[in-house]
């Protein structure tokens, strides 16, 4: 009988220890170019290492956030690229705000847009977007459609902050 109680107090113990092990390690994100045109472009790879709360952001486009529920929404600024893109990036930034998060924390990006055209302003209002954060590992494609005939690009983000 000591021997089990021993065990599940030196069990106890040793779990204590663990969590104590995790809450005490900091939260490391890297980010890595291994090819040299992608530097300053966005990120191919980043690692999180330690505790820490992961944000995912579903495709977030110019819906009109003041429609009524239950109906379709409108698209915000209709046949242009670069102000759908900033649109969109003022909600993440607001979504990400709301979870205690900066673009600066962004970990992945995948951006969907209708025309391989739209590669330059959505570009450009990307880099607005970060200034000077780290462009996260990002994924860029032309799908057929979305959502709404209007909607032009929709952005996914994920993030992680320390807990």
Known sequence: MWTCV???VCSIVACCILQSAAIAQPLEIKRYNPTPWTKGRFTEVVTVTGPG?????????????KTTPGSNPPTLHAGNPYE???YAYDKIKRLLAAHG?????????VVYVTDPRFQSPVRKC???AYGSAPIPANTF????GLASPTM??????????AK
């Open 6 to 8: 021993k065990l599940s």
């Open 53 to 65: 709360k992961t944000i995912y952001l579903a495709g977030i486009g110019a819906e009109d956030e």
């Open 84 to 86: 759908q893109c900033r």
């Open 101 to 109: 998060a900066t673009l600066a924390d962004a970990v992945r990006q």
């Open 126 to 128: 990307r880099d607005e």
């Open 141 to 144: 494609l032309v799908v057929s």
């Open 152 to 161: 032009l690009l929709e952005i996914e983000i994920t993030a992680v902050v």
